[in-house]
């Protein structure tokens, strides 16, 4: 029977594991660890997790990335980032094997708080995979595929898309225009991917598997979605492709997600 991402008892499983990392990024993770330590263990940190897909086994080298979360103990401050962009930068240089390092940084009681139960919580539950220190996630509640889950995961994508379009205006090079092709492309794979997972009921992160998901049900967005998740997998700066992501593709798509499961809650701004 198909587990569909999920437990014996229906919740969602943990998605990544240490021992699915492949050889051939074992030696960058050993690195990470190391870096984190050493510039993070002074008691700032509380716990590091890997989390994408590395700790998935399904990353490939030279084109995947190396993706980090660390929680500390108090909220970052300017050192904090300061300190994660030269360890992204000494793991990015290392490395062959991967392109590209990103360290997110969050505190503990944003991490804990209540408003964050189903999107940095579950995060961090069942996305991310511990690394070092406490693991958070036996603090934080069991996950279920609902449309709670949905849109609290998802449901601001509206917001997203002015940002979008000011970085596409503003974008001065292929390197600019291929990063936003690429934050584009995965945030509206993973979007149509949740809108349809309460009626799928699973879980999953794998671009094209989300992309048919959400084929399945919308057939008449299934080559904008397609090429989405072909572009999240080989980012392009090709401005058609990336206008058809951002001006059609999304705006649709964020209509049909408030309709279908509602705004995100508020957060306060950071």
Same mark, same amino acid.
């Given at each position: 029977?198909?587990?569909?991402?999920?437990? !014996? $008892? %229906?919740?969602?499983? #943990?998605? =990544?594991?240490?021992?699915?990392?492949? !050889?051939?990024?074992?030696?960058? /993770?050993?690195?990470?660890?190391?870096?984190?330590? %050493?510039?993070?263990?002074?008691?700032?940190? @509380?716990?590091?997790?890997?989390?994408?897909?590395?700790?998935?086994?399904?990353? /490939?080298?030279?084109?995947?990335?190396?993706?980090?979360?660390?929680?500390? @103990?108090?909220? !970052?401050?300017?050192?904090?980032?300061?300190?994660?962009?030269?360890?992204?930068? /000494?793991?990015?240089?290392?490395?062959?094997?991967? $392109?590209?390092?990103?360290? &997110?940084?969050?505190?503990? =009681?944003?991490?804990?708080?209540?408003?964050?139960?189903? $999107?940095?919580?579950?995060?961090?539950?069942? &996305?991310?995979?511990?690394?070092?220190?406490?693991?958070?996630?036996?603090?934080?509640?069991?996950?279920?595929?609902?449309?709670?889950?949905?849109?609290?995961?998802?449901?601001?994508?509206?917001?997203?898309?002015?940002?979008? #379009?000011?970085?596409?205006?503003?974008?001065?090079?292929?390197?600019?225009?291929?990063?936003?092709?690429? /934050?584009?492309?995965?945030?509206?794979?993973?979007?149509?991917?949740?809108?349809?997972?309460?009626?799928?009921?699973?879980?999953?992160?794998?671009?094209?598997?989300?992309?048919?998901?959400?084929?399945? @049900?919308?057939?008449?967005?299934?080559?904008?979605?397609?090429?989405?998740?072909?572009?999240?997998?080989?980012?392009?700066?090709?401005?058609?492709?990336?206008?058809?992501?951002? $001006?059609?593709? %999304?705006?649709?798509?964020?209509?049909?997600?408030?309709?279908? @499961? %509602?705004?995100?809650?508020?957060?306060?701004?950071?």
């Amino acid at each position: 029977m198909e587990s569909k991402g999920l437990n !014996p $008892d %229906g919740t969602i499983a #943990r998605e =990544g594991a240490l021992a699915r990392v492949t !050889p051939a990024f074992a030696p960058v /993770v050993a690195a990470a660890r190391r870096e984190i330590a %050493g510039r993070f263990g002074d008691g700032r940190l @509380h716990s590091a997790y890997l989390y994408g897909s590395i700790p998935r086994g399904t990353a /490939v080298p030279g084109v995947s990335d190396l993706d980090l979360l660390l929680v500390l @103990h108090t909220e !970052p401050t300017a050192r904090d980032r300061t300190d994660a962009d030269a360890a992204e930068a /000494v793991l990015d240089r290392d490395s062959d094997a991967i $392109d590209g390092a990103g360290i &997110l940084l969050v505190g503990i =009681g944003a991490a804990l708080r209540e408003a964050e139960r189903y $999107d940095l919580g579950f995060f961090l539950s069942c &996305l991310c995979t511990p690394l070092i220190g406490e693991d958070l996630a036996a603090r934080l509640p069991a996950q279920y595929p609902t449309s709670l889950l949905a849109r609290e995961t998802n449901g601001d994508l509206d917001l997203a898309l002015p940002r979008w #379009r000011a970085r596409l205006r503003d974008a001065a090079t292929d390197a600019d225009r291929r990063t936003l092709c690429r /934050v584009a492309a995965r945030r509206l794979v993973r979007s149509g991917f949740t809108l349809v997972m309460p009626r799928w009921g699973g879980w999953t992160s794998d671009l094209e598997t989300s992309a048919e998901l959400f084929a399945g @049900h919308y057939p008449r967005r299934a080559a904008q979605m397609r090429l989405a998740a072909a572009a999240a997998r080989a980012p392009t700066p090709d401005e058609a492709v990336i206008r058809t992501l951002v $001006d059609e593709l %999304g705006p649709w798509l964020a209509t049909e997600y408030t309709a279908v @499961h %509602g705004t995100k809650a508020a957060r306060p701004a950071p």
